[in-house]
């Protein structure tokens, strides 16, 4: 059994910061890849950013240069610094992690329950 828990969201003002923690627990093996994802009503799940190992990092085109993602493997604990935060960043978000449970099993998708931020105008 796997399970990952995000934590740090909530409400702030345009032009604030928020940092999002997810920490991943259980039977877990190995975890190559954790990302952050984000989702607003009637809108598909986005990929925000992405990182593996520790220092290999992708970010969407939205967020690049205000936010950052970065990983204790030690703790497997991903987290996502946003700053500059704009009312468009508003939506749910999620951690996702792929992951083996075992040497032998196959690398799976986990998700978070989700955290909802919230940048008021």
């Known amino acids: 059994q796997v399970q990952l828990v995000e934590s740090g969201g909530g409400l702030v003002q345009a032009g604030g910061s928020l940092r999002l923690s997810c920490v991943a627990s259980?039977?877990?093996?190995?975890?190559?890849?954790m990302a952050w994802y984000r989702q607003t009503p009637g809108k598909q799940r986005e990929l925000v950013a992405h990182?593996?190992?520790?220092?290999?990092?992708n970010y969407a085109d939205s967020v690049n240069g205000r936010f950052t993602i970065s990983r204790d493997n030690a703790k497997n604990t991903v987290y996502l610094q946003m700053n500059s935060l704009k009312p468009e960043d508003t939506a749910v978000y999620y951690c996702?992690?792929?992951?083996?449970?075992?040497?032998?099993?196959?690398?799976?998708?986990?998700w978070g329950q989700g955290t909802q931020v919230t940048v008021s105008s």
């Open positions: 259980g039977s877990i093996f190995s975890i190559n890849q």
């Open positions: 996702n992690a792929a992951l083996k449970t075992s040497d032998y099993s196959l690398l799976r998708n986990y």
């Open positions: 990182i593996i190992g520790v220092s290999s990092t």
